[in-house]
């Protein structure tokens, strides 16, 4: 939905890992709840133009971020720095992050994907 220049509660979104919803999206800053399924995950990638902070709501992440594996739990934050390799993948319950982008280019098609392969346990 689109008003007045910004984005307020975008449909929610489906793809193979799970679901994501738009909170709020402006010029400067976008707004998403990202729901992964038990077990899957989203692709290895980086983004060109923005930097992500994620703040894990419920379950358990495993994330990779650089070349270092970490796990998070409810309440961690993290920040994911443009052009820093990263990937999430849920354990075995419901994970919720709440994800804010900042960055010059605030825009689904600034995904540079490592690796997405789509019949394998890491899903996209």
């Not at 929610?12 to 998403?32: E, H, S």
């Amino acid at each position: 939905m689109y008003f007045y220049g910004f984005y307020c509660m975008k449909d929610l979104v489906v793809r193979p890992w799970g679901t994501y919803r738009v909170l709020k999206a402006t010029p400067k800053i976008v707004i998403k709840i990202l729901n992964v399924y038990p077990n899957r995950a989203m692709s290895v990638q980086y983004h060109k133009y923005r930097n992500e902070h994620w703040k894990i709501l419920e379950g358990e992440v495993t994330a990779l971020i650089d070349e270092h594996w970490w796990t998070f739990l409810p309440g961690h934050r993290v920040y994911i720095p443009k052009n820093t390799v990263h990937c999430v993948r849920a354990s075995n319950r419901h994970t919720r992050i709440f994800e804010v982008w900042e960055g010059e280019k605030l825009d689904e098609n600034d995904i540079i994907r490592i690796h997405h392969d789509y019949s394998s346990e890491w899903g996209v």
